[in-house]
DNA sequence: CAGTATCCGATGCGATACTG
DNA sequence: CAGTATCGCATCGGATACTG
């Protein structure tokens, strides 16, 4: 009999469906291709997928040789890793980030809009070799618009690294960023340039002159906006 | 509220894969892209598929902008078209084949075997311009090892066209195809050659030396095997 | 923290029948 | 021929709670 997932053809676009063709499956891919490989991690990437469910997926495609379980290195748990095959998914991930931007150029919904993970987004392609310091040096983020829990955001640079807390850790506050959620979250993806929204005043940012002049080398935008 | 099929998130990856990540709506698409745009057509290619839900996942491209349905030029009905967004997911469409190709070698299950759909994806790539006469040519095609009612396919050549039957057209036949279903579903998707299939006598051809002789050129393997 | 187990409701989708 | 309408069950998947 065929499982539910299944199609009964022998064409490979119909095999590749089995796999691709499953509700947040390409996703899940995406999360396991960008870097994440801790189910905590992972989780935050799809924050509206149930645990459950993001279990049975990865277990879908340990089953089936695209990604490899091990134990963790540090702490308890694994660490979930694409296989070469899971790798070679890629660049079928990557296509549907470059179609969507082609084609569906419509607005953002407000529902679509996100601020953990947008943030959750930007942390992880901040380049920290790129920020201008040699000391610890911290960042905050107001995304005007949000929500009171969710509008405030702090970057940490320390030892090469970026870390992001949603609580103010303290420290002194090296450059503030301020932005419209929605604002922020259209340069992230490549709909609008950051040029565009400082000078529309939008996007503001406030502190020394080497930071606020170096923002595009370690702001990175996203992979699709690239 | 979030419709089943969409994610919340703003991310482009996410976007098309609300469109993609729906069950068979990458097999619709492949058919659409490989020149079936009449429903009838259009379901030979997913027979497994109640019509019902080909007509709500079309209305969904449509609606979409994906693809365009016109009044039929000739008899009733309508024709689906993929618009230039449609098309753009081609290379997409064509990647999952890639991949399933060179990751999923794996044996094909039996029950993804299926006579009427080998025998329809050959019909469609069969050259007729290729297939050297000039007057009416009959080929029967013999796929031992299926059921009786699915085991004897025509294709009759004429002015250019290929048509299939599953009826004997009573034409004096020009040459006979005989090979096991299996066998001539793993040449069709290039898992194994012609030649080898023919060597290993599964693959028979009865019939003039030219016909023969120039079977590779007329009968053309599936998109991915090429 | 890193997941699993359980539950239950919504709905996706397959089957069948029907209609212009 | 070219689809639509209806029905009903299976299952998908979201929510919650729980455990090592």
């Not at 911290?138 to 807390?165: I, M, N, P, Y």
């Not at 040029?195 to 595009?216: C, H, I, M, N, Y």
């Amino acid at each position: 009999m065929l499982k539910h997932n299944e199609y009964g053809q022998f064409c490979p676009v119909a095999k590749t469906a089995e796999i691709l063709a499953v509700k947040w499956m390409p996703l899940v891919i995406r999360e396991l291709l960008s870097g994440s490989f801790r189910f905590n991690d992972l989780q935050r990437g799809v924050p509206l997928m149930s645990p459950s469910l993001l279990s049975t997926r990865l277990k879908v495609l340990e089953d089936s040789g695209f990604v490899r379980r091990n134990p963790a290195k540090k702490g308890r748990g694994h660490e979930y890793h694409l296989t070469e095959a899971g790798k070679e998914l890629g660049p079928i991930v990557e296509m549907y980030g470059d179609w969507a931007q082609t084609w569906l150029q419509q607005k953002i919904a407000d529902q679509d809009l996100d601020p953990s993970l947008l943030m959750w987004d930007i942390r992880r392609n901040l380049d920290a070799a790129h920020f201008p310091t040699d000391r610890r040096a911290s960042v905050q983020f107001e995304l005007t618009g949000a929500k009171a829990k969710q509008r405030r955001w702090w970057v940490v640079f320390e030892e090469g690294e970026a870390d992001l807390c949603m609580k103010d850790p303290g420290h002194e506050v090296d450059l503030y960023i301020s932005s419209p959620l929605r604002a922020l979250t259209e340069v992230w993806i490549g709909k609008r340039s950051i040029s565009g929204a400082l000078k529309s005043g939008e996007l503001v940012l406030d502190g020394p002159r080497k930071l606020v002049d170096t923002f595009p080398n370690w702001f990175l935008l996203s992979a699709t906006a690239r």
